[in-house]
């Protein structure tokens, strides 16, 4: 069974740096992509960042685009987010996921959430 579990979040102010956490267990084969999303009040959960864990590629939505930074150590079965110049609209509570498909479109377990404020 995937468990995830995230740390990290909290209060920041605008044009600050945050890096998030995932720690990562009971993965099979079968999840070959780790990776985040997020969702903010009255918002659908949305595709942030993903890492392949096994070639380190990744892939991210225009939105964090060269703000975001994901990142992956294999050996320690950990999922990082660094997260620069934030802006108070990337406020939202920030899932931990796994699975398969660039944009992980499968989803085989999600962590429990983090949330990150980020204050103007």
């Known amino acids: 069974q995937v468990q995830l579990v995230e740390s990290g979040g909290g209060l920041v102010q605008a044009g600050s740096s945050r890096r998030l956490s995932c720690a990562a267990s009971?993965?099979?084969?079968?999840?070959?992509?780790v990776g985040w999303f997020r969702q903010s009040p009255g918002k659908n959960r949305t595709f942030v960042a993903s890492i392949s864990w096994k070639s380190g590629n990744t892939i991210y939505t225009n939105d964090v685009k060269g703000r975001f930074t994901v990142s992956r150590d294999v050996n320690e079965k950990m999922l990082y987010l660094q997260m620069d110049s934030l802006k108070p609209l990337d406020t939202a509570v920030y899932y931990c996921?796994?699975?398969?498909?660039?944009?992980?479109?499968?989803?085989?377990?999600w962590g429990q959430g983090t949330q990150v404020t980020v204050s103007s």
């Open positions: 996921a796994a699975g398969a498909g660039l944009y992980m479109d499968r989803i085989d377990g």
């Open positions: 009971g993965l099979t084969s079968f999840s070959t992509r």
